[in-house]
């Protein structure tokens, strides 16, 4: 049996884990690329940014996929109840103006 219970590990242990969450008093910030042929100059955009907590993260699904078989479910729709559950942590909308 296992050394540590997967309660507190959050994770069965043969599981990889990857650093998703931010530290306290941490930050981390998100690079994207907007193909310019996209964006028109002197145009107005619209950037809506959300920070969303989700209870666990979707790779995490496969694993951990077959307690939710108990109860009938499928994969897609253990995934669609996750989601409906995240939280909306912060949002904030912003609107750039492509300079010409």
């Given at each position: 049996p296992?050394?540590a219970p997967?309660?507190?590990?959050?994770?069965?242990?043969?599981?990889?884990t990857?650093?998703?969450s931010?530290?306290p008093?941490?930050h981390?910030w998100?690079?994207?690329t907007?193909?310019p042929a996209l964006?028109?100059?002197g145009?107005t955009?619209?950037?809506n940014?959300?920070l969303?907590a989700?209870p666990?993260?979707a790779?995490?699904?496969?694993?951990?996929?077959?307690?939710g078989?108990d109860?009938?479910?499928?994969?897609?729709?253990i995934a669609?109840?996750?989601v409906?559950?995240?939280?909306?942590?912060?949002?904030?909308?912003?609107?750039?103006t492509?300079?010409?």
């Amino acid at each position: 049996p296992p050394t540590a219970p997967t309660a507190v590990l959050m994770r069965p242990n043969s599981s990889r884990t990857k650093k998703n969450s931010i530290e306290p008093e941490g930050h981390r910030w998100a690079k994207y690329t907007v193909d310019p042929a996209l964006l028109t100059p002197g145009e107005t955009y619209t950037v809506n940014m959300k920070l969303i907590a989700q209870p666990l993260p979707a790779y995490f699904l496969f694993v951990s996929s077959a307690p939710g078989f108990d109860f009938n479910l499928s994969l897609r729709e253990i995934a669609k109840r996750i989601v409906d559950i995240s939280i909306n942590l912060w949002e904030t909308t912003k609107t750039v103006t492509i300079e010409k």
